[in-house]
């Protein structure tokens, strides 16, 4: 079955530092990709998706490009603030399920 | 903007109570979901409902039901409460077009004592 796989956290960074937080995925056919994040006391939000091989979603200055060939959408920012500490989700849907597949989550914390 | 609204953000029961999660979103969204969410273990599904009165078993649906007698209002039942469903209920919507993207209530933080 489908399967999301995300590096374990927490991810502490110093403030304007670079950010990624991997991701790779197993699915039948060619799954749409997201990135969802939990603010502390909050409920999941859409970060950014991808729906093909090679498009880069991008949303508040991260990004994350939709590698068919490594099966892999790599979250990144160029220059994390503290209002960035958050949990990030990495998530797919195939077969035009409208249920995604989640990934554990990756904590992040950034200090001033 | 979409919005679901979960009715209790923190709940605190004793085992064997029966439990009400309620969560009513206002954009006519077909598909509604109930997750819970714990440290490590990340989203589990529990139910889902893609349409009035129909529901379907997520991942760990025991120990649970749902109702879904109007549209917009999609509700998490434990019949008997338990220690180990301590947990964060998440609630969330989508169209049924959409492959994908949910939108999520706040949560409902429970503890059963």
């Known amino acids: 079955g489908d399967s999301v796989t995300q590096m374990e956290g927490p991810v502490t960074l110093s403030e304007e530092a670079f950010l990624t937080i991997n991701c790779t995925y197993t699915?039948?056919?060619?799954?749409?990709l997201f990135w969802y994040v939990q603010y502390p006391g909050e409920g999941l939000q859409l970060l950014l998706k991808?729906?093909?091989?090679?498009d880069k979603g991008s949303n508040k200055g991260f990004e994350a490009t939709y590698r068919k060939e490594t099966t892999s959408f790599h979250l990144e920012k160029g220059s994390v603030q503290v209002s960035d500490s958050a949990v990030y989700f990495c998530?797919?849907?195939?077969?035009?399920?409208?249920?995604?597949?989640f990934g554990r989550g990756t904590s992040l914390i950034v200090h001033p | 903007d979409v919005k679901v609204t979960q009715s209790s953000r923190y709940l605190v029961k004793r085992t064997g109570e029966k439990v009400f999660l309620e969560c009513v979103q206002d954009?006519?969204?077909?598909?509604m979901f109930w997750y819970r969410q714990d440290p490590g273990l990340g989203l589990r599904l529990i139910y889902f409902?893609?349409?009035?009165?129909?529901?379907e078993k997520g991942d760990i649906p025991e120990g649970y039901s749902v109702s879904r007698e109007k549209k917009e209002r999609f509700s998490l039942i434990l019949e008997s409460a338990s220690t180990n469903q301590t947990s964060m209920y998440l609630c969330?919507?989508?169209?049924?077009?959409?492959?994908?993207?949910?939108?999520f209530g706040e949560g409902s933080r429970l503890t059963v004592l």
């Open positions: 998530a797919l849907a195939s077969g035009g399920s409208y249920i995604p597949t």
């Open positions: 954009m006519d969204h077909e598909n």
């Open positions: 699915a039948t056919g060619y799954p749409s």
């Open positions: 991808a729906t093909k091989a090679d």
């Open positions: 969330a919507s989508t169209l049924r077009t959409t492959t994908g993207e949910l939108f």
């Open positions: 409902s893609y349409d009035v009165k129909m529901k």
